[in-house]
T-cell receptor
Framework: NAGVTQTPKFRVLKTGQSMTLLCAQDMNHEYMYWYRQDPGMGLRLIHYSVGEGTTAKGEVPDGYNVSRLKKQNFLLGLESAAPSQTSVYFC???????????????FGEGSWLTVV | AQKITQTQPGMFVQEKEAVTLDCTYDTSDPSYGLFWYKQPSSGEMIFLIYQGSYDQQNATEGRYSLNFQKARKSANLVISASQLGDSAMYFCAMRGSTGGGNKLTFGTGTQLKVEL
């Protein structure tokens, strides 16, 4: 998906290690989201942001922290990775300024994280 | 709180036939948007169709149409003339509008398999 870039795309971590996932969008979107996807559970919201400098908890925030220091970047941090955090992580963004028919929410391509 | 329910974990359809994927939702927001996304085995999230809660007509995009029944709180996706390439996971999602920061909530998905 042009416009939303996630890095890294793949990562293997040992239990207890820390890491940061970066989501970058170049569309000047004010809303950004981090989801995790697990088999049979759909996409579950971890944290989200409605603008630069603001963040809020989603459905499954425990074990994660986020920051939105710049409008275009939304960082997801794992301070002490656990095997239960093995998942595929998706970032998404959108803007309220879209006109009729322009309600597309843009997704990154996903980041596959394995914690061993 | 908002919730999306997809009760069909898996569906089969013959090529060239039409198929309906069910989605019901629950929200107290006066205004909301409903989305369908397709996720092929490669993992990316592909936007299919959007329906606003105040839209008078059901949304259509090519072979996709959204059967929106507001009183029943349902937003079923209809795919006409199924193709082998339609085999994928399909997610229904809803974006609210009030103090929840326009959270985007997903259902658990329906795995569609198109057969010859």
């Amino acid at each position: 998906n042009a416009g939303v870039t996630q890095t890294p795309k793949f990562r293997v971590l040992k239990t207890g290690q820390s890491m940061t996932l970066l989501c970058a969008q170049d569309m000047n979107h004010e809303y950004m989201y981090w989801y995790r996807q697990d088999p049979g559970m759909g996409l579950r919201l971890i944290h989200y942001s409605v603008g630069e400098g603001t963040t809020a908890k989603g459905e499954v925030p425990d074990g994660y922290n986020v920051s939105r220091l710049k409008k275009q970047n939304f960082l997801l941090g794992l301070e002490s990775a656990a095997p239960s955090q093995t998942s595929v992580y998706f970032c998404a963004s959108w803007t309220r300024e879209q006109g009729a028919g322009g309600n597309t929410i843009y997704f990154g391509e996903g980041s596959w994280l394995t914690v061993v | 709180a908002q919730k999306i329910t997809q009760t069909q974990p898996g569906m089969f359809v013959q090529e060239k036939e039409a198929v309906t994927l069910d989605c019901t939702y629950d929200t107290s927001d006066p205004s909301y948007g409903l989305f369908w996304y397709k996720q092929p085995s490669s993992g990316e999230m592909i936007f299919l169709i959007y329906q606003g809660s105040y839209d008078q007509q059901n949304a259509t995009e090519g072979r996709y149409s959204l059967n929106f029944q507001k009183a029943r709180k349902s937003a079923n996706l209809v795919i006409s003339a199924s193709q082998l390439g339609d085999s994928a996971m399909y997610f229904c999602a809803m974006r609210g509008s009030t103090g929840g920061g326009n959270k985007l909530t997903f259902g658990t998905g329906t795995q569609l398999k198109v057969e010859l």
